[in-house]
């Protein structure tokens, strides 16, 4: 736990660079690690450098790059002096970044290469400067940058003086980030965070964690740090700890993410379900389904239970053998794959949050045993949990959640403030879910998704789609309205068809996909009431946009409009 004193990020630093001055803090996978105490005083230096820039106490200054040591010390340099950090998702298109650039006023920007052509012809351009955290150079000399490397260098020409920038610059309610969510509903909010929210929920992640000593522990980074689920958890908490952060440095497809982990055998990884489900899917299925004899010994239970067992050693051995536990968020968790983990005793825990709550609700935590297999786990420390409207039936209702862990507020939107934060602190999620004798979290889906046929019953997408997604020809799917019936619109493992469909002609390859979907919509039917059966199950030929954390954007699919593209569009093969 960290000590009371802390009550802002800047002092969290200090904390930590004299407790763990010598220890590996942050770097890449394969390469030398960079230790707290050189951290901290990269950090100042970059203080020191932003404050000649002009920057002080309430500036905003993005940074849009992906995960880096680098990332992290421009972080705590823009913090240091009291400015406000805006964190922009490295995958947000260009028009999202031009406004988000604009609606912030930020004056400096860190970035990288990959980045550069989305700020070309910038409206209003506010930029003073651009440094490129890979030293990236405009490669069509349209952009003027500033290499990282030589903006540090010119640290050695201030006095030293200049470079002891006071950590008490900022306090707990100064708003530390403005992280503008890009939800599925379609409408992006600039939430305000402030170091209290995120310090806050630093303590409550703790909280979950297994009862032994954090430090020396090693934190595989995975996800965005532009996001608040990987910022607090796999940024903030490693850095309160003592730990190691490790950045894949690239896209963590099975194979990827198994040579990293085989090198620098990680603790704990924060992960998005879509990636246990796709190594589920690819890792575990195939060995399952491998032979008649493994199917049928499947069915016994106490030999099912000792071969998920010896599968669930092997799980961890691709993991490193070091793990933890995984901590899976950002989306719901296909509870047939949640399950095999259970049942093969694998490390994980299940958790849920918002950006609005910095971003943690409930999890964990590890080791309870009144966990419930299908919930996101029970509220974590110092944040209260509640379900507005409840059904007398039910219970199901809108999450409400209230603790030092959320938002300020959404930045010049007063309006859209009001609509979710009351006066008493409850923050309106948006989310439908409910809490068991227990106290676990089960979510059901959001308020907005809600889809009400002519017959009046409520019908939750999100629960068919999980059935849907169990199957393991699909990789993700999207269940919608259209005239007044149930259409599942369904992207498929083409990788795995294409195997299966090997040396056959189109047309046949056609009838296999036609019979997958056909087989998809019989049994997922037979699982749901009649009011509540697919009419059609679609192929979707290319993958859902999808946001940060991999929810897809239903509003981009819920339109007829919609509907007719897709339909409209070529033959895959």
Same mark, same amino acid.
């Given at each position: ?9 800047n ?14 803090a ?60 805006v ?7 260009e ?15 860190? *970035? ?13 351009? *506010? ?5 490129t ?41 100064? *708003? ?8 599925t ?5 600039? =939430? ?44 903030? =908490? ?91 968020? $950002? ?56 379900i ?20 300020? $507020? ?9 609509? =979710? ?7 309106s ?31 939750y ?9 169990a ?26 068809i ?49 946001t ?23 033959e895959?093969?």
């Amino acid at each position: 736990m960290i000590a009371t004193a802390i009550t802002t990020l800047n002092l969290l630093l200090e904390e930590s660079s004299l407790s763990f001055k010598n220890l590996p803090a942050t770097g890449l996978a394969f390469q030398p690690p960079l230790h707290y105490g050189e951290f901290r005083q990269k950090a100042l230096e970059i203080a020191a450098l932003l404050k000649e820039q002009g920057i002080k106490k309430g500036d905003r200054v993005a940074i849009l790059a992906d995960n880096s040591p680098q990332w992290g010390m421009a972080y705590f340099g823009i913090v240091r002096l009291g400015a406000i950090a805006v964190p922009i998702l490295p995958d947000f298109p260009e028009a999202d970044v031009k406004h988000i650039l604009k609606e912030a006023g930020a004056s400096i920007l860190f *970035t990288t290469q990959r980045q550069l052509e989305k700020l070309y012809e910038l409206p209003g351009n *506010t930029l003073k400067v651009v440094i490129t955290l890979d030293d990236a150079i405009d490669p069509n000399n349209l952009l003027t940058t500033l290499p990282f490397s030589r903006f540090l260098l010119t640290a050695r020409d201030l006095p030293e003086k200049k470079k002891a920038i006071a950590a008490d610059l900022a306090g707990p309610d100064d *708003t530390a980030s403005i992280i503008y969510t890009s939800g599925t509903s379609g409408h992006a909010k600039a =939430v305000m965070l402030s170091h209290k929210n995120f310090i806050s929920n630093v303590r409550s992640t703790l909280s979950i964690f297994p009862d032994e000593p954090v430090q020396g522990w090693t934190f595989l980074s995975i996800l965005p740090m532009s996001h608040a689920y990987e910022f607090t958890i796999s940024f903030l =908490v490693p850095l309160a700890t003592g730990s190691r952060i490790v950045y894949a440095g690239k896209t963590p497809t099975p194979t990827v993410l198994e040579r990293i982990c085989k090198h620098e055998h990680p603790s704990i990884m924060c992960m998005v379900p879509m990636v246990m489900e796709k190594i589920y899917k690819k890792k575990v299925l195939p060995v399952i389904s491998a032979n008649v004899f493994m199917r049928a010994a499947m069915k016994l239970p106490l030999v099912r239970r000792k071969i998920l067992q010896k599968i669930g050693r092997k799980l961890q051995l691709f993991f490193g053998g070091t793990l933890k536990f995984v901590a899976i968020g $950002g989306a719901s968790l296909n509870i047939e794959v949640e399950q095999f983990l259970a049942e093969a005793d694998f490390p994980y825990i299940v958790g849920y949050g918002l950006t609005e709550a910095s971003p943690l609700v409930s999890a964990g935590p590890y080791g309870d045993s009144s966990i419930a297999l299908g919930s996101a786990g029970k509220p974590v420390q110092n944040v209260e949990v509640r379900i507005s409207k409840a059904n007398s039936e039910t219970g199901l209702g809108e999450i409400l959640v209230r603790g030092p862990n959320v938002m300020q $507020g959404y930045r010049a939107n007063l309006e859209a403030t009001r609509e =979710v934060l009351a006066p008493d602190g409850w923050l309106s999620t948006g989310d439908l879910g409910y809490l068991d004798p227990q106290g676990n979290l089960f979510i059901k889906g959001r308020s907005k998704s809600v889809i009400v046929l002519s017959h009046g019953e409520n019908i939750y997408p999100e629960a068919i789609e999980e059935k849907i997604n169990a199957f393991q020809h699909v990789v993700e799917s999207l269940v919608r309205e259209r005239d007044n019936r149930l259409e599942a619109l369904v992207y498929l493992d083409y990788e795995l068809i294409d195997a299966e469909t090997r040396g056959k002609d189109q047309a046949r390859q056609r009838d296999h996909i036609a019979g997958i979907l056909a087989e998809i919509k019989k049994q997922v039917n037979q699982q749901l009431p009649p009011y509540g059966q697919l009419t059609q199950a679609s192929e979707h030929r290319e993958p859902f946009t999808k946001t940060a954390t991999h929810k897809i954007k239903r509003y981009l699919y819920t339109s007829s409009a919609c509907s007719d593209m897709n339909g409209k569009k070529g033959e895959r093969r």
